[in-house]
């Protein structure tokens, strides 16, 4: 598989400045897989600690932070020799070892010529307190779910994902639309988790990608055990297990009472930040205003509540596999909610951090909010060719914003006040789109 991390991860290598890098990311998202094949093609060689399997490795941190002694007791374990000029250290599931977690502000200040890329999931980083973390001494970067182009890519479609990334969009609609959609379809059913993209490649099978689906739910929900308070754990399965009839809902706002009868926010506000350090929901929230810079207008008691990636979403509702065949039914199955998780993963790889906003009557409503180029881009997500977009419109004048986008099943088309993004190529959206 190629992910488009692999170019920001060979920068990283060659910039003079480079820190220790820590990789986030949910489970399963493939950080061992991308750090391992980083190894591969750009060093001689890589040596890899598993925190999780090698526990006795732990021990190397917890004696002093002298890092020359410790790479030296890495390579006497591992039995493999460590040169910092040809030699990726990968420190896997760094969440486990709170002292290596510490180690990389040493390994940056006393061997900065060594190649340490670190790798956790978020909630055991993000629970570890207080000066263990190495502010300001790490680089850092996000994996996600695999987008629709890494989705074509691993299922031998690169020709059409590099004629969408080379934005030949007439050409797609002219020659590929019916195929582009196809596997649109495809994707919102199998989403973006390697594993399942694997098993869906190799064989074709939705069935077979639906099972990797309910092992890695299975998986998430065993982890929240591991690492969440008892007190905790009925309400974030709770929430977690309520992600697609929320969703479902027509404004998709986030109801505390949809999870259970007379819960309040109090209730599940905590379950929700767990959820969220985790690394399985993303929370969008509300703004009352279409102006920069968005989080200056954000409303901190409304918001929407994604999954982390489309396929489990799907996985979660107990999607049937022959939605996929039944022509445009997955992109409105429960109103829709499949596509717009979509867009909103997909803008999430694009770097941008996604709002929405809502008219304080509730008479208007744009999906997403963005800032794109210095500048508000309110984008409205449309679930086939339905190429209506009032409250788009409401929301462009009453903010005197010049152009607004529509992303749906229709081709690509420049309104003046208005761009339509086809949904195969919503990655492809460019600041130049909006001029």
């Known amino acids: 598989m190629e992910r488009s991390l692999m170019t920001e991860l060979m920068e990283w290598k060659a910039s003079e400045n480079r820190k220790p890098l820590l990789l986030y990311g949910a489970r399963q998202v493939g950080k061992t897989w991308l750090l391992e094949e980083f190894g591969r093609r750009e060093y001689e060689g890589f040596v890899r600690v598993d925190f999780l399997k090698e526990a006795a490795l732990r021990a ?12 030296r007791d890495i390579a006497l374990r591992k039995g493999a020799a460590i040169d910092p000029a040809n030699t990726l250290l990968i420190l896997d599931e760094i969440q486990e070892a709170p002292g290596a977690l510490t180690a990389l502000k040493y390994f940056q200040e006393d061997m900065p010529d060594l190649h340490v890329a670190a790798a956790g999931s978020y909630m055991g980083i993000a629970r570890h307190e ?28 690169a020709s059409l994902a590099d004629a969408i990334r080379a934005r030949e969009f007439e050409t797609v609609e002219r020659m590929a639309r019916d195929l582009a959609e196809d596997l649109l379809r495809s994707y919102l059913f199998v989403g973006g988790m390697p594993e399942a993209v694997s098993a869906f490649s190799r064989s074709g099978s939705f069935e077979e990608a639906r099972d990797v689906q309910l092992q890695i739910v299975s998986d998430y929900d065993g982890d929240f055990s591991k690492h969440a308070p008892v007190r905790l754990l009925e309400r974030m399965r709770l929430v977690w297990r309520s992600l697609p009839s929320q969703l479902a809902r027509e404004t998709r706002r986030f109801v505390y009472g949809a999870v259970r009868k007379g819960a309040r926010a109090k209730d599940l506000e905590e379950s929700i930040q767990w959820l969220r350090d985790y690394g399985v929901v993303q929370k969008v929230p509300r703004v009352t205003a279409l102006r920069v810079p968005l989080a200056g207008y954000e409303d901190l008691s409304a ?9 489990l979403l799907g996985a979660l509702a107990d999607l049937p596999v022959h939605a996929v065949v039944e022509g445009s039914r997955l992109f409105t199955e429960f109103k829709g909610s499949l596509t717009e998780q979509y867009v909103m993963q997909e803008l999430l790889l694009m770097g941008a951090t996604p709002y929405y906003w809502s008219a304080e009557s509730a008479t208007s409503e744009v999906d997403f909010a963005v800032g794109i ?6 984008i409205e997500v449309k679930s086939a060719e339905n190429l209506r977009a009032r409250s788009l419109r409401v929301a462009c004048e009453k903010f005197a914003i010049p152009k607004g986008v529509r992303t749906s099943l229709s081709g690509y088309r420049d309104d003046g006040w208005l761009v339509n993004i086809p949904l195969w190529s919503f990655s492809q959206l460019r600041d130049d789109d909006l001029q």
Do not use: N, W, Y
């Open 303 to 311: 918001f929407k509540l994604f999954c982390v990636d489309v396929g």
């Open 373 to 378: 180029g210095g500048r508000v881009a309110p």
């Open 60 to 71: 190397v941190f917890e004696h002093d932070l002298d890092v020359g002694r410790i790479v």
């Open 130 to 157: 207080g000066e263990s973390f190495p502010v300001g001494k790490v680089d850092s970067l996000t994996l996600r779910p695999m987008g629709f182009l890494e989705f074509l890519d691993a299922c031998g479609q």
